[in-house]
């Protein structure tokens, strides 16, 4: 007997099918199991069901005062069914994140940021004696199973006078601890944009690709994306959406969609402030943005499932088959005019909404508060 039947599970491509879980595995898939389980759900008409949406860059360290959130509160309840915390803490903080995150429901994993106290103020690396890559390589060999990576902030209110040498300090670190993937932010200059793509290398993550900002990926004179920006994401750099309170622009990502340069992977940068007073509020909202700029259904899903799994080496998630984690996200698509605005302001208007309904996590069947 399996503990739960999913059944009568669509997905977006039109495949139907039965899925049985069992300790918190998918252990059958079939079109039709006639086994029982102790619980069943069947989906009612017009639900879809995917692997678990991943927001693989998020600020949910509750401890914190700058960026901060409650991982339930953008994860489970927005149909998100795991949470990657983008840097919000550092060596010497990040056991205390560990220890509340395994309090929550939604499933929880860590970038650990190279500043050994994470965001505890606007400009962690402007004092570079934060930077400990032996407590980094600590952290790794503590909690193996929560950190996935390390995150370093590329912008000026960051950095302060130290240039590009964060950013080196963050890849020397990753080559002691490989495979070990590496995101970093991108803002105002310094540095500029060309000197911090020109150190990373592919598998590296570049967040907020779509900012709105001089020292972003697009040349505002004359509205073409940089040449060399097409260089990195040819080299095999990972384009992530990172949507923050100041860091998407519809212009940004209509220009790149329209020359064929689309982000890898659908992220929100939420915290509590961007979620309750805009413009991210959660990661559908983010994810209807993208449909807006003409990205397909089918790809969103992926930019928020097995992309993100991939990118952060989240074995066993991101895909429906055998022996992977029951975690999936069951949603809708509603008609209705709904205003999109990004962060500088600028507005679109989408006519189909995409709504959760419920999320599996490890078996645990929930309803959302969408």
């Given at each position: ?88 803490t550092g060596a010497e903080n990040i ?241 209705g005019e709904k205003e999109l605005t ?29």
């Amino acid at each position: 007997m399996f503990d739960l039947i999913i059944r009568q599970a669509r997905t977006i491509d039109e495949k139907v099918f039965d899925i049985g879980i069992q300790d918190g595995k998918i252990t059958a898939l079939a079109p039709m199991l006639k086994e029982q389980a102790k619980q069943e759900l069947t989906l009612a008409e017009g639900e879809f069901l995917s692997a678990g949406w991943i927001d693989d860059h998020v600020h949910c360290f509750e401890e914190m005062t700058l960026y901060y959130d409650y991982p339930d509160e953008i994860g489970v309840k927005q149909g998100v069914t795991t949470v990657i915390d983008a840097g919000t803490t550092g060596a010497e903080n990040i056991h205390r994140f560990y220890d509340l995150a395994k309090e929550a429901k939604t499933n929880v994993f860590a970038l650990v940021n190279i500043s050994k106290w994470g965001i505890v103020e606007q400009d962690e690396l402007a004092d570079l004696s934060k930077v400990k890559k032996e407590l980094v390589k600590e952290a790794l060999q503590k909690f193996p199973d929560f950190i996935v990576g390390i995150k370093a902030r590329m912008s000026k209110t960051v950095i302060g006078e130290n240039g590009i040498t964060p950013l080196k300090l963050a890849k020397a670190i990753q080559a002691e601890n490989q495979p070990l993937p590496l995101m970093v932010h991108i803002g105002s200059a310094p540095p500029n944009l060309a000197e911090i793509l020109a150190e990373l290398e592919a598998g590296d993550v570049v967040t907020h690709c779509f900012n709105g900002k001089a020292n972003g990926i697009l040349d505002q004179t004359n509205q073409t994306i940089k040449p060399y920006v097409f260089a990195a994401y040819e080299k095999g750099l990972v384009f992530d959406i990172g949507h923050g309170t100041d860091s998407f622009n519809f212009d940004v990502a209509e220009t790149a969609f329209a020359n064929q340069l689309k982000a890898s992977s659908i992220s929100t940068d939420i915290y509590i402030r961007n979620r309750t007073n805009g413009p991210v509020f959660d990661l559908a909202t983010t994810m209807e943005k993208l449909a807006v700029v003409g990205y397909d259904w089918r790809e969103i899903i992926e930019k928020v499932t097995s992309a993100p799994a991939k990118q952060f080496h989240l074995q066993n998630k991101g895909e429906i088959a055998l022996g992977y984690d029951a975690d999936f996200t069951i949603f809708r698509f509603e008609e209705g005019e709904k205003e999109l605005t990004d962060s500088n302001g600028n507005r679109r208007i989408t006519t189909q909404q995409i709504v959760p309904q419920k999320a599996v996590i490890g078996g645990e069947l929930f309803d959302t508060e969408y």
